[in-house]
């Protein structure tokens, strides 16, 4: 069968036609969402093993809770294997079409590198997308799961206040002293008993504006109650005063426990949809968020991060086994993969720190895989 046989029985003409999308969307999702399948089993296994031996050290603990917090990992280990499922199945991918000749009769018949892979870049973006709008929110709803789990019945320390090496700081706004009125709330030790948070030497600093102190109040515990903070046997001071006794001292607060133990929280444990909001109040109540809106920037470039590493996988692949080189080609593209996952992770530990701004660190690794695969797409076009 001539070349132009071939061509018009695949009803491929001039231009990209939809029959010829469609076949490269089916052949480019199916080799991603297996890879991505099996990177998630593999990974869901070192896990499950990692749990298993953690639960032998706990006898009242059953084996299948190893079970059960493994498989609530699953959603979270698929997002986050995500980006490089989409790097090796599209390696896998345009290879087998650059093995088969497909891509050469493709080039043949006058198509583009680019617009060979409209399809392929728009499955990309799309399994990002829906990873980021729709998969998160369950994925988070079952990391919260196992991390409750895993407190529970895994760990020894106090649950997420743990987290903060016992302490608490809260900053939050106190209207009676100001419109830009703060109240800072500082406990050296807080636990939780019977779903109350118990707070041991406490100081609170009520701030007037331009943070001129207004009173301190100093007390050997306390607790959060509806409403507000619950002070006993509190004693006030004011500036160039002597200290003097107020009992049972009441600070309003718009905190409750569930909001307080989420902003000790990893911020897995939040979706997408959520974490703008959760930003604010965190803010707004003296707690840190980077981690949170780290996070938060990281889902929202994970659609494009998909479609780069669709990009660098195309670049490195689609390379003609008639050339040579094709193993070391492949290879090259799993490495760049490594080294791009190794610099977003390096990025996030940076952005963490708060070296780096959360928007830069999570877009940065992004931005360079892309300008990395579009210029290997302009070598390969150009020859």
């Not at 593209?333 to 952005?351: D, E, I, R």
């Amino acid at each position: 069968m001539s070349l132009e046989a071939f061509v018009r029985s695949k009803g491929w003409g001039t231009g990209v036609s939809v029959t010829l999308s469609l076949y490269l969307a089916r052949q480019f999702t199916a080799a991603v969402m297996a890879m991505i399948l099996a990177l998630t089993g593999l990974v869901s296994l070192f896990d499950c093993i990692d749990l298993l031996r953690r639960v032998a050290s706990k006898p009242h603990v059953p084996s299948s809770m190893a079970l059960k917090i493994a498989c609530l990992h699953i959603p979270y280990f698929a997002i986050t294997i995500l980006p490089f499922g989409v790097l090796l199945g599209g390696i896998v991918c345009f290879w087998r079409l650059t093995r088969s000749s497909e891509l050469i009769v493709a080039r043949a018949a006058g198509i583009s590198a680019w617009q060979f892979l409209a399809a392929p870049l728009a499955c990309a973006l799309l399994i990002g997308t829906t990873a980021t709008t729709l998969v998160t929110p369950l994925s988070s709803m079952m990391y919260r799961r196992a991390e409750l789990l895993d407190d529970t019945y895994l760990r020894t320390g106090g649950g997420p206040l743990a987290l903060n090496g016992g302490s608490l700081w809260v900053r939050q706004p106190d209207r009676q002293n100001g419109a830009d009125g703060v109240a800072i709330l500082y406990a050296r030790v807080v636990h939780m008993r019977g779903g109350t948070i118990h707070l041991q030497e406490v100081s609170v600093f009520r701030l007037g504006d331009h943070d001129r102190l207004v009173l301190r109040i100093e007390a050997p515990r306390g607790e959060l109650d509806p409403g507000h903070w619950t002070l006993e046997d509190a004693s006030s001071i004011r500036p160039d005063h002597l200290p003097v006794p107020a009992g049972t001292y009441e600070l309003p607060t718009n905190l409750t426990v569930p909001r307080v133990e989420e902003s000790f929280a990893s911020p897995e444990t939040m979706s997408v949809w959520a974490l703008p909001g959760f930003i604010r109040l965190l803010e707004r109540s003296g707690f840190t968020s980077i981690r949170h809106r780290l996070h938060f920037q990281t889902l929202l470039a994970l659609p494009i991060l998909a479609g780069t590493m669709a990009l660098v996988a195309a670049g490195f692949s689609m390379r003609p086994s008639r050339r040579g080189g094709v193993a070391r080609m492949i290879g090259s593209g799993v490495a760049a993969g490594f080294v791009l996952f190794t610099v977003s992770k390096v990025a996030a530990q940076f952005g963490e720190s708060g070296a780096l701004p959360p928007v830069l660190a999570a877009w940065a690794p992004t931005g360079a895989g892309l300008c990395l695969a579009i210029a290997l797409l302009l070598h390969l076009e150009d020859g």
